[in-house]
């Protein structure tokens, strides 16, 4: 089983409303968690609803315990007690099992690879071009994707199945946004690990920012998920990142979060390299060599 495989157990809604019920209802034994969100109703598909139960038991969200199945801490406390804001709540949790090192260790593998395949697709769509990806349809993904890939054996996104739920998953996750077009945009995402990112610093260099960030979303620009995508990326195909650039992807979200007021650009008197954003065309949009939390009103994005 793997996330992006829909017709067993790769949907999104699945996981929130067994998440909601686990929250509502509190240790249950499996049969009675999967009857609270509808299991053995003529219009349920039980074979999705227990394939994703045992998908997110796999990945350590729930756990079961003398016959009763709950989330697993420290998620269970995350979530809270609350049915609603669990679901707000939810993504963060998802993003950080979905990419954590234990379900990812089989990274090319296409059996028992955990989350894997998710985080091979979303480090693929966020090393592209993101103003010039055609994301209409997955004819044209699937064109692209042939065209780069140095091993036809390690192809991502095989059928329109697996492409339509990678979409569905980036903008749960806060990797992409759904719309007339697609848009790859990770800004969500590097939103929800500002925390994270800054701890105790107020300011960070752009490089240290850029580092930290990979460490803590590790399919932006430098981390380890994306670096082994990109390792098997054609040059002839494939145009890399520049060094002192980041990608557009990553621009894109560095520059909303600028706009919306929770980030801002620092100017000092010193030496320290920083690093470029990429705009359209490839061309240098802005370079910065510090960055800092934001005091203003943010805007939400």
Not at 4 to 21: E, F
Not at 200 to 225: H, N, Q, T
Not at 241 to 260: H, K, M, W
Request: proline residues 3%; glycine residues 8%.
């Amino acid at each position: 089983m793997t996330v992006l495989n829909q017709a067993s157990d790769g949907q999104v809604n699945t996981l929130i409303l067994l998440v909601r019920a686990s929250v509502r209802f509190g240790p249950r034994s499996r049969t009675e968690l999967l009857a609270q969100c509808g299991g053995g109703l003529e219009n349920v598909d039980d074979s999705k609803l227990n394939g994703s139960f045992l998908r997110w038991v796999e990945l350590g969200l729930f756990e079961t315990v003398d016959g009763l199945t709950a989330l697993r801490e420290p998620y269970r406390g995350q979530l809270g007690s609350d049915a609603a804001k669990a679901e707000l709540r939810l993504p963060r949790v998802v993003r950080e099992i979905a990419l954590a090192p234990e379900n990812n260790a089989r990274f090319w593998e296409s059996e028992e690879s955990r989350s894997a395949d998710l985080s091979r697709g979303l480090s693929w769509m966020l090393a592209q071009d993101v103003y010039t990806l055609d994301t209409s349809s997955h004819d044209a993904i699937a064109a692209l994707e042939s065209l780069q890939m140095k091993d036809k054996t390690k192809h991502m996104l095989k059928n329109d199945t697996r492409y339509n739920t990678l979409k569905s998953w980036m903008s749960f996750l806060g990797f992409g946004r759904e719309g007339a077009r697609f848009v790859v945009d990770p800004t969500v995402a590097l939103r929800d690990v500002l925390d994270g990112v800054f701890d105790d610093d107020e300011i960070l260099s752009a490089r240290r920012f850029a580092d930290k960030a990979a460490e803590l979303l590790p399919v932006l620009d430098g981390g380890l998920y994306r670096r082994r995508v990109e390792d098997q990326l054609k040059d002839s195909a494939w145009r890399p990142t520049p060094e002192g650039y980041l990608s557009t992807s990553f621009s894109r979200a560095i520059e909303r979060l600028v706009d919306a007021g929770q980030l801002a650009y620092v100017q000092r008197d010193d030496n320290e390299d920083g690093l470029a954003l990429t705009g359209v065309g490839g061309g240098r949009w802005r370079s910065f060599p510090y960055i800092r939390r934001s005091s203003k009103r943010a805007k939400a994005v």
